[in-house]
């Protein structure tokens, strides 16, 4: 049969060429779970040598990065405190209109820092689970892109 396709072709080497090609573009159309598996391990060891050589990269500006951590942090947990602290004195409040008002202040202070979640998201994530940006990011970016409603003052 080969000689037959020999001829054909002109020689045994090009039927083997053609046999070659033929078989190997029959394996590339087939993309298996270990070639997939395998394509994500190198993506994602890339991906973390990139977070690696950016962080080797800007590493004389790793002050700066703590103090806008620092600062972002602090605001967030200060909105959420103070929103804690002004639902709980609404409930010791003497006139129901200073009751509305502490509520109302606790919610619109509530919604400012929801809308910061994301930002700790990605402070928390960059210094306790660099390995995973990836996906946290997605998350962040996500939670940046929805906008609250506002808040409801009765």
Known sequence: ?????????????ATGKVIE?????LDKLI?????????QAEDTAKARG???????ATSGQN???????????TVWLLQYVSAQVLSIASVWAETPEATNKLIASSSIISTNAA???GAMMLLLSFYFAAPYMGRIVEGA??????????????
């Open 1 to 13: 049969m080969f000689a037959l396709l020999g001829r054909l072709f002109g020689s045994d080497a």
């Open 21 to 25: 090609h033929a078989s190997s573009a």
């Open 31 to 39: 993309y298996t779970s270990e070639e997939k598996a395998d394509r």
């Open 50 to 56: 990139m977070v690696i050589d950016w962080l080797q």
């Open 63 to 73: 002050l700066a990065r703590r103090i806008l951590a620092l600062m972002i942090a």
């Open 115 to 117: 809308q910061m979640d």
């Open 141 to 154: 970016m996500t939670k940046f892109g929805t906008k609250p409603p506002p808040p409801q003052i009765k």
